[in-house]
């Protein structure tokens, strides 16, 4: 045992420049690929999802299906004249239901401003067709609550009570979509450059080492084998 730790004390001196370079060069060529490699944003927001019908508008698996989709991104860019490149959306557009009734979109792309102004365009949009359909609902509820309240029902007017109640209550629950928040766009989760540095450090680190002790091991094996 000794010996074998001479004799690598002896190669790791005969060799210290090469074992110090490795290292600063494994360094150096993983901050030069980090360099190189393009960044990619990723724009966020998130949707409360209101309660005026639950079958489309409002839930939340119907809105990741159709807008994720080629149909339903071509629906909102020709209506609102939105300018999409819609294959291009369609591979950077995440749309993502949660048990709390929110809806998160994301949309990732490699130009900060072009992520941003993209979903910024996709959800105002998609909130916009909820708005219409918001604003039908809630018309359709005043126009009836004006018909019953015209109504001549002097023998029953209890049941007119009623019927304005229920409209009232109705109403009252109608809940519009809307934003959580703004836009908000950063640098897509990944390896950092300090970090795909450091890395390439110790790679480096690792190669000398097995460079100075590797050697040890087949130096052993011949002599058992002799």
Do not use: C
Not at 165 to 185: A, S, T, Y
Not at 192 to 210: A, Y
């Amino acid at each position: 045992m000794k010996d074998i730790v001479i004799s690598i004390l002896r190669r790791a001196k005969k060799l210290l420049v090469l074992l110090l370079l490795i290292p600063v060069l494994t360094a150096g060529i993983a901050y030069v690929f980090v360099s190189d490699a393009p960044i990619s944003y990723q724009a966020r927001t998130e949707m409360v999802l209101g309660s005026f019908e639950n079958n489309y508008l409002t839930n939340g698996n119907y809105l990741k299906v159709f807008y994720t989709s080629e149909n339903g991104l071509q629906k909102i860019n020709e209506k609102y004249n939105l300018q999409l490149d819609i294959d291009k959306v369609i591979s950077g557009l995440t749309i993502t239901p949660t048990p709390e009734r929110t809806v998160r979109f994301s949309y990732v792309g490699s130009n900060k401003e072009e992520v941003q102004e993209t979903l910024t365009k996709v959800t105002e949009a998609i909130l916009e067709e909820g708005t219409e359909l918001f604003e039908e609902k809630v018309d359709a509820l005043n126009d009836r609550a004006e018909i019953i309240t015209g109504t001549d029902t002097e023998t029953e007017p209890i049941t007119k009570e009623l019927a304005l109640h229920d409209m009232d209550h109705e109403n009252w629950n109608q809940r519009n979509n809307m934003l959580l928040h703004d836009v908000k766009v950063s640098e897509s989760a990944g390896a950092s450059p300090k970090d795909r540095v450091i890395l390439g450090l110790l790679i480096g680190i690792t190669l000398s080492l097995f460079i100075v002790v590797l050697p040890e091991f087949f130096r052993e094996e011949k002599k058992e084998a002799a």
